[in-house]
């Protein structure tokens, strides 16, 4: 196979100098392979495996567990601190846990990588996540439906909730207004007063897929924000 573009969402341990790795591909969506010498100190691999790094990888194998034949980084590492080190190990996870194995997802690559080169700019950061969860969600088949549940048109007046079950939106005394709701709608992303809309609607929409379990990076980013408030 030809180099393949790819950065790296998650690395494990596998067998005794070996990792388990998940790549997030340009043309075959999330790849799960093992990298022999991947965790032994020292190797070429572990060096080149590593989150927000551009890398050209090649595989072998048919079956859903791959084996890594080549790996060459392709540009400069992600360099990433503070909120926006944390804004891309959300990224890297959500990724891994929410794309089916080798579901085709070139939108997601594209907007992973704009997402890279905005984490570092704070300014850019919130709303490069929004259209990197939307690209997700896309992925899925699950984006947002800007209606009622019987597909009736949201009233600019009236405030909705998600409904996970319909992917709709159903009158609620508390929620947004269908004002609000259009222009999220529209991809009126930049409008003033929206970004906490839109990461709401992101965080009630994604929520059906990503489980119980509590995402790692979010955990993280609360002990952020309590360490920042701290007297």
């Not at 043309?27 to 790094?53: C, I």
């Not at 926006?84 to 690559?109: D, H, K, Q, S, W």
């Not at 949201?154 to 929620?175: E, H, K, M, N, T």
Request: overall charge positive.
């Amino acid at each position: 196979m030809a180099p393949e573009p790819a950065f790296l969402l998650h690395r494990r341990p596998y067998r005794e100098t070996s990792a388990l790795v998940d790549l997030l591909t340009l043309n075959h969506g999330r790849v799960r392979a093992v990298a022999h010498g991947g965790q032994r100190p020292g190797s070429k691999s572990r060096q080149r495996l590593q989150p927000f790094t551009p890398l050209f990888v090649t595989w072998q194998g048919s079956r859903e567990l791959k084996r890594l034949t080549l790996m060459e980084s392709r540009g400069q590492t992600a360099l990433l601190a503070g909120e926006g080190l944390l804004c891309g190990l959300y990224a890297n996870e959500i990724a891994t846990r929410l794309l089916p194995l080798e579901l085709p997802a070139a939108e997601v690559f594209a907007f992973y990588t704009a997402l890279l080169e905005a984490l570092p700019a704070p300014a850019e950061r919130a709303l490069a996540l929004r259209r990197y969860e939307w690209a997700l969600l896309e992925a899925l088949e699950a984006t947002p439906r800007f209606t009622t549940p019987d597909g009736s048109g949201l009233d600019p007046q009236v405030r909705y909730r998600f409904d996970a079950a319909s992917r709709a939106f159903i009158p609620a005394d508390r929620g947004l207004d269908g004002r609000t709701l259009r222009y999220i709608e529209q991809g009126d992303w930049q409008h003033e007063g929206l970004a906490n809309a839109l990461k709401n609607v992101m965080r009630a929409a994604l929520a059906p897929h990503l489980g119980t379990t509590v995402l790692r990076s979010r955990e993280l980013m609360l002990d952020l924000a309590r360490r920042r408030h701290r007297p």
